[in-house]
């Protein structure tokens, strides 16, 4: 069996990789080999996937800053189009980014390849027609968020709902007997430089106005894999101590931390199925942000708190990402612990709404099943 798996950004990745290593146990359960190729990082080539194009090569966020990747764009889906007709993959697995993997559908359209999405576009926040295009060039949609298979399936297509890979990933089980050590802030600025460059400032004057009031204080930004220290040392410039935490680990290392201040994003769902306080903020172009107001849907950027139907992590968007704004909440929090508390509870119905492990597993068993019934593997 040949697969092209295409992951345009580290979340998908992280996740992507997750869902490679089912597919190989499944794959060999049915007396299948698995050859996997296409795009991805760090996570899906340990994995075992032929990487013929990288993440860090699209990682970016915004309308604005999606435009001043376009150049690159054309390179890369001409790159696509050769693999794709030289390697001729029984099928290709769409891993989220939609603006790139949308091309990558319809160049596997094009070349009769069958394909699948797996953590689909939000189209229900924003640019639903877009599902049209979905219904056209996909044969089905695994979902991992619950709320998703209502709107797919009100738009005729074919979903399900195969629980959430984050749920293993992060593994609460094994993890919550990890105790917060007081006063430890865990930063997660984010996976893109965009983010890291726009965030990582506003949380080291933010540290700096904490450890006024607040001495005792000790922060540890969580380094996203395929950053290196120096490069985020760059973007700390102010007087607190900046401790670095390593990928390896970074379950363990969020329980023990108090609270956290993290990028929107994925990171915000790792940080509440692990049941850590998490203020949550972002900064964009401000056209990309003006653009954006008029078009979103929804009332959350957060996916904990989309999941939750509710903010039970405050979010703090542009203007109100400051280092005051950010410094006051935190400071809040510290004095009043009972919002901890309240959280916590917020994060235990979080994890009960996700489902149960086995989400990677059940999304290859899906697949699997979709191709036998569809015709995709002529070996079955």
């Given at each position: ?56 090569e699209l990682s970016v966020m ?28 029984d099928a290709v697995l769409l ?66 709902y195969v629980g959430n890979p ?215």
């Open positions: 069996m040949k697969l092209w798996i295409s992951a345009g950004e580290l979340s998908g990745d992280i996740q992507g990789a997750e869902l490679l290593r089912a597919l190989r146990r499944e794959s060999e359960a049915r007396g299948l080999r698995l050859d996997a190729a296409g795009m991805g990082g760090v996570n899906l080539e340990r994995a075992g996937q032929r990487n013929m194009l990288r993440i860090e915004g309308v604005v800053e999606v435009l001043s990747s376009l150049p690159r764009i054309p390179g890369m889906l001409k790159r696509v189009r050769h693999a794709l007709a030289k390697e001729r993959p891993v989220d980014a939609p603006e790139f993997n949308f091309r990558v559908a319809k160049i596997a359209r094009e070349l009769n390849i069958p394909v699948y999405y797996f953590i689909p576009p939000k189209v229900w926040a924003w640019r639903t027609g877009r599902v049209a295009f979905l219904k056209k060039h996909v044969r089905r949609i695994f979902s991992i968020l619950p709320f998703e298979l209502d709107f797919y399936r009100s738009h005729g297509m074919a979903v399900e984050l749920v293993d990933l992060v593994d609460y089980e094994n993890i919550r007997h990890i105790l917060p050590e007081p006063g430890r802030i865990g930063l997660m600025p984010g996976s893109r430089k965009k983010e890291v460059e726009s965030l990582l400032p506003a949380f080291s004057s933010a540290a700096d106005l904490l450890l006024r009031e607040f001495p005792r204080l000790s922060f540890h930004c969580i380094r996203a894999p395929h950053f290196a220290e120096t490069y985020l040392r760059k973007f700390w410039n102010g007087a607190a101590p900046l401790h670095m935490a390593e990928p390896e680990g970074r379950y363990a290392f969020m329980r023990s931390c108090q609270c956290l201040m993290s990028a929107s994003g994925t990171a915000t769902l790792e940080s509440g199925l692990a049941g850590v306080p998490t203020l949550v903020a972002y900064r964009l172009n401000p056209l990309s942000y003006a653009l954006g107001r008029r078009v979103i849907k929804v009332r959350w950027i957060s996916l904990t708190n989309l999941i939750l139907g509710r903010e039970a992590f405050p979010e703090h968007i542009q203007q109100d990402a400051s280092p005051e704004a950010l410094a006051a909440r935190i400071g809040t929090w510290l004095r009043e612990p009972e919002h901890f508390a309240r959280m916590a509870e917020d994060m235990k119905e979080l994890r009960e709404k996700c489902g149960t492990p086995g989400s990677a597993q059940r999304a290859a068993r899906a697949l699997m099943n979709a191709l036998e019934e569809q015709g995709s593997l002529e070996m079955f």
